[in-house]
């Protein structure tokens, strides 16, 4: 083909960067196919074999896929090029890794694309001795979630809700809880509504995806199972609820058994959900709502009952700190790709630990199984203006954290005041609110938004306004008189300096430097006035000839 049908092929069939795919121009093979360490063609193998395997295509200029083909070959060709990476990659899978050569019928370029294949069970891709992934169009050596990913995998024939217990019969089975669970049904299977009731038990569960043609499997022995029988689970199966003050004392415990389909409603009820006040801006009458939605309670924990790794052994956690928040914890490892991705593409899982038990639990109502469970999480707190939910992934377990208050009211603001905002910019904001690092483009695109301040590295949310006059004594001393929060003073001088232009050393020295000693301690007032310094610094309005006024206002 010529190079612009090669160059329209390649569109057609690779148009985007992503973590399945990647394109470089490698002129040279040389030092190219096995150099420098995550920059190299057996590195990017790796990264994209760790995800879910993709294409590397070499010849390609990165941008406009321009066809600029390999130019220096070295000792490498399409023979030899296969066995060679693959002495470089352990554990990359031999039988589906292909490599394909085009070269250009008018200008007699050749590319080279390789087809990776994912990475075998449990094995992840090694390069260099090390094991790389991708993350959007970056290479970096693999992170401890998704190499645990790898390492922990669960192929559906292991599922372990699916084994059937030969010895447990229907009458092993909870009669309050088989009655709840055809309750639910019906609202998850209308289709049904005219046929359950002239089912018996042993059809109803077999519908429900339950049993397996009349036996009883864990899965359903988890869901339904009576208390006293437990034993035929180990008796591992179990909800602890746990309250505790926020500064981590205990107060107040209790521990749910089986039938878990029960002990959710169980667990609710414990949880003190009281209700929340708070003003708006511009009111004196206070909003009032429940502390958490109910599905933001309800979510999390059929969530960490679905996906639980209950070959541990290990209990599910539900800690209540009380007024504050609550926190949701399972023990296994988080299966979809990340919780952005499921968050901001909306995006259904692919794989489930307990498939049979979420099948399970789908035909009762208990789970979101289309994607939008964890993103109606954050929807919710966010129509609360409370902060988005926490995940965490470390010790190989899921834990969750839903805050059931207002944690900074400039983040609440900027909600209200911005409700076009996408769940995107909120992540945004959160990363600020909960003080975790930004990127440069992040910092720059929230600047431009005026939702921050601060330089990199110390930057706050703000949304402020001031009350607009020229008057520079009146000014300050709008500033000197207006509480003492740090963030908020600072950004108050910034916003007067940015409108006003330079200040004059008369409003330094006659307004705000009285102010700042008469009313707060040495520690305090150097606190304060570093602070004051900073802002005048940052916004570039600092008059050189006064540098005697900082002198005096520093002592």
């Known amino acids: ?22 394109w470089k121009e490698f002129k040279s093979l040389k030092n190219s196919i096995s150099g420098k360490a995550g920059e190299d063609v057996i590195s990017y193998i790796s990264a994209i074999a760790n995800m879910k395997g993709g294409h590397l ?22 023979d030899n090029i296969k066995f060679r990476i693959l002495g470089n990659c352990t554990n990359l899978p031999s039988e589906n890794f292909e490599i394909e050569e085009f070269t250009t019928s008018d200008t007699n370029k050749t590319i080279w694309i390789f087809k990776i294949p994912k990475h075998q069970y449990r094995l992840p891709v090694y390069a ?31 599922d372990w809700t699916k084994e059937i217990i030969n010895k447990a019969t229907i009458n092993d089975l909870d009669q309050n809880a088989i009655a709840k669970a055809k309750i639910e049904f019906k609202k998850r299977n209308p289709k049904y509504n005219h046929e359950i009731d002239n089912w018996d038990t042993a059809k109803f569960l077999d519908k429900a995806k339950l049993t397996i043609k009349g036996k009883i499997t864990r899965a359903c022995f988890i869901l339904l199972g009576k208390e006293e029988e437990e034993h035929f689970l180990n008796s591992t199966v179990k909800i602890r609820w746990n309250l505790k003050t926020v500064d981590n004392q205990d107060k107040d415990f209790e521990i749910f058994s089986i039938p878990l389909i029960l002990a959710v409603d169980e667990v609710y009820k414990k949880i003190r959900n009281l209700k929340y006040r708070y003003l708006r801006e511009g009111t004196l009458f206070p909003d009032e709502i429940i502390r958490y939605d109910p599905f933001c309670i309800r979510e999390p924990l059929n969530n960490a009952i679905s996906h639980q790794d209950y070959s541990k052994g290990a209990r599910i956690n539900v800690v209540e700190f009380e007024d504050d928040h609550l926190v949701f914890s399972n023990y296994g490892t988080f299966l979809p790709k990340s919780v952005e991705d499921v968050v901001l593409n909306d995006s ?5 630990r307990n498939p049979f038990l979420v099948e399970a639990m789908k035909n009762l109502d208990m ?26 992934f470390s010790n190989q377990k899921v834990k969750v954290t839903i805050t059931g208050k207002i944690l900074n009211e400039e983040f609440a603001k900027i909600l209200i005041k911005n409700k076009q ?51 520079d004594e009146l000014n300050a001393a709008y500033f000197a008189n207006k509480s003492f929060d740090d963030p908020y003073f600072k950004d108050m001088i910034v916003k007067y300096l940015q409108k006003n232009g330079k200040v004059k050393r008369k409003a330094i020295e006659g307004l705000i430097i009285p102010k700042l000693s008469a009313t707060l301690s040495d520690k305090k007032k150097k606190t304060k006035v570093t602070n004051f310094l900073s802002a005048l ?5 600092i008059i050189s000839t006064e540098h005697a006024t900082w002198e005096m206002v520093k002592k």
């Open 348 to 352: 259904p899982e692919e794989s489930y």
């Open 367 to 392: 789970i979101e199984t289309q994607g939008g469970g964890i993103r109606k999480i954050f929807n919710f707190q966010r129509e609360r203006f409370f902060p988005m939910p926490d995940y965490d």
């Open 537 to 541: 610094r940052m916004s570039g309005k």
């Open 1 to 22: 083909m010529t190079e612009l049908e090669l160059k329209n092929y390649i569109q057609d069939n690779f148009p985007k960067e992503n973590e399945k795919c990647e």
């Open 128 to 158: 260099h001795k090390k094991c790389w992934q991708r993350i959007d169009d970056n290479i970096v050596q693999i992170t401890k979630a998704r190499l645990d990913a790898i390492l922990e995998e669960v192929k559906l024939s292991e």
């Open 421 to 471: 905002l996408s769940l995107e910019d909120i992540l945004l904001l959160e990363k600020v609110q909960k003080q975790k690092s930004i990127s440069d483009e992040e910092y720059k695109y929230l600047k431009k938004c005026k939702f921050i301040e601060g330089r990199k590295g110390n930057v706050f949310l703000s949304f402020k306004t001031i009350a607009p006059t020229k008057d």
């Open 57 to 78: 295509i070499i010849g390609i200029k990165d941008g406009n896929l321009d066809v600029v083909g390999i130019q220096d070959f070295t000792d490498y060709n399409i």
